[in-house]
């Protein structure tokens, strides 16, 4: 499949999403520079969200619309008033997405409602995220898979049956090109609570490709996720933690996010194809391995011994396996120290 001008599959490299979410702390000058410099580390793609207050909840802070969880990073705030400080407003989208095709990252973004699509396919986005916390809204899924275009799916919290349901529904609705992307909504998420294993296990499955929405903190999960077949992989991205925001704790700073492409990339180039025996590049490496060499000077007819004959480095020699085998045998000449056993040295 493809998203823009990226192919997405694991013979491409994997394709590195970094989520503005709300980390631009409702500024537009520091949401376009969160895209320059997302630009700037590798990234291939810049992603938003697309919701305002009124689509996501009701205006009420009372009961379960209160945040109350003390472990919360959201704790003692409304749900409403969270999304009013997270939003990223409607007027924005089109200079953020101008600037990132300017850039040529692919900017597109996760909507929340029917309104959010309308808006979205005004303007031409080439791809839609659905977030874990609207996986089992079917109607949303299929909204968004009536477009036509390739959806990533978070799979946060989703049961096998849930998930089912989920991916019936956008390929009933004409969704073609599929990915799904292991998530833990957790934020942030311990190693320990990421579960990658569900990686290639949610490709069997749905026989779609496969990512990982990555809450953790640094490179390492969504490194070993490319090792497990990972082909897209989603970051929350921020100019500087420190800044604030939302969203910041959790986020990877410019510098990560290099290195996330970097490294995500040599993860993929490391798998390769099933190997063995010598490869090109190795064939130079061939002269340092053991081999059997004569250890001292011999005269014609001297008699091959473990004091005389030894298995060393370089490998000019005969291989070892036939080191017993020559043991008791004698040579037919004049042998100096230092050179590597061959039969035409037998009597």
Known sequence: ?????????????????????????????????????????????LKIQ?????????????????ISDPKSLWAGTSLYKLYGQAY????????????????????????????????????????YKIASFENTDLPLIR?????????????????????????????????????????????????????????????????????????TMGVGVSVASVALGATVVEKHFTLNRADGGVDSSFSMEPGEMAQ???????????????????TEAEKPSLAFRRSIYIAKDLKSGD??????LRCIRPGMGLPPKYYDMLLGRRVNKDVSKGAPMSWDLLG
């Not at 205006?59 to 379960?64: A, I, K, P």
């Not at 396919?121 to 791809?127: D, T």
């Not at 008699?303 to 005389?308: D, Q, V």
């Open 260 to 278: 996330l492409v970097v490294e995500t990339e040599r993860a993929w180039q490391a798998l390769g194809q099933v190997s063995y025996g010598i």
């Open 143 to 215: 909204r968004v898979a009536a477009t036509g275009k390739p959806m990533i799916i978070s799979t946060g919290m989703a049961t096998v049956a849930e998930l089912d349901e989920t991916v019936r529904a956008a390929r009933e609705a004409g969704c073609k090109d599929l990915v799904l992307l292991k998530c833990t909504s957790t934020y942030p998420a311990t190693a320990a609570n990421t579960n990658i294993l569900t990686i290639p296990h949610l490709r069997e499955l749905f026989g779609c490709e496969v990512g990982l929405s990555d809450h």
């Open 50 to 66: 697309t919701y305002t207050p009124d689509t996501m909840t009701l205006d009420l802070d009372e009961r379960e619309f209160h």
């Open 1 to 45: 499949m493809q998203i823009g001008h990226r192919k997405i599959g694991r013979e491409a490299p994997p394709f590195v999403i970094a989520e503005m979410s709300g980390n631009h702390n409702q500024s537009l000058e520091r949401a376009l520079e969160i895209v320059e410099v997302a630009a700037k580390t590798g990234a291939h793609a």
């Open 303 to 308: 008699t091959l011994t473990r004091e005389n």
């Open 88 to 127: 990223t407003p409607w007027e924005w989208h089109k200079p953020i997405f101008d600037r990132a095709r300017e850039l040529g990252i692919i900017a597109f973004s996760t909507p929340f409602d029917d309104t959010a699509v309308d808006l979205l396919e005004s303007l031409n986005v080439p791809c």
